[in-house]
């Protein structure tokens, strides 16, 4: 049996060391690919509260003007343990999706001087089911809201 010289195709040790070379590759980047999803969730999360935060603040500045909306009323301002995040309040404050959060475990502090200090708490079967720090707080909780808020 002769072989014809213009046989065209891979040898197998070919294939192999192709499907040796995607093996690695995917190795190396489905880590890298679920860290960087799961580093994008933790900023979606900071920037949820950073959002919650900058409402309460302009409707504390609309309230000095006397036009506040009214979810922001019962609010402003607060003292002792900060009051719960209702899920209308969440809405009104750009919360699109309130079933990703704990809003039974959300609360707000609005300070004397019109500060937010937000904790919001992702709930654990919504988008952030996989952040490991689920708590979160805007950037005007001190150490002591912190622990007034729980």
Same mark, same amino acid.
């Given at each position: =049996?002769?072989?014809?010289?213009?046989?065209?195709?891979?040898?197998?040790?070919?294939?192999?060391?192709?499907?040796?070379?995607?093996?690695?590759?995917?190795?190396?980047?489905?880590?890298?690919?679920?860290?960087?999803?799961?580093?994008?969730?933790?900023?979606?999360?900071?920037?949820?509260?950073?959002?919650?935060?900058?409402?309460?603040?302009?409707?504390?500045?609309?309230?000095?003007?006397?036009?506040?909306?009214?979810?922001?009323?019962?609010?402003?301002?607060?003292?002792?343990?900060?009051?719960?995040?209702?899920?209308?309040?969440?809405?009104?404050?750009?919360?699109?999706?309130?079933?990703?959060?704990?809003?039974? =475990?959300?609360?707000?502090?609005?300070?004397?001087?019109?500060?937010?200090?937000?904790?919001?708490?992702?709930?654990?079967?919504?988008?952030?089911?996989?952040?490991?720090?689920k708590t979160?707080?805007?950037?005007?909780?001190?150490?002591?809201?912190?622990?007034?808020l729980g």
């Amino acid at each position: =049996m002769k072989r014809s010289s213009n046989v065209k195709g891979f040898t197998l040790i070919e294939l192999l060391a192709v499907i040796v070379i995607l093996a690695v590759v995917l190795v190396v980047a489905i880590p890298a690919v679920l860290s960087s999803m799961s580093t994008a969730k933790e900023q979606t999360l900071s920037n949820t509260v950073n959002t919650v935060t900058e409402w309460f603040e302009k409707e504390y500045q609309a309230s000095l003007l006397g036009s506040a909306d009214a979810e922001y009323e019962a609010f402003a301002p607060t003292t002792g343990t900060g009051k719960v995040l209702d899920a209308a309040t969440a809405t009104a404050a750009g919360i699109n999706k309130t079933s990703n959060f704990d809003l039974t =475990m959300s609360k707000v502090l609005i300070k004397a001087n019109g500060r937010a200090c937000i904790k919001l708490v992702a709930s654990d079967s919504g988008d952030f089911k996989q952040v490991t720090n689920k708590t979160v707080y805007s950037s005007a909780c001190t150490d002591a809201d912190k622990t007034t808020l729980g």
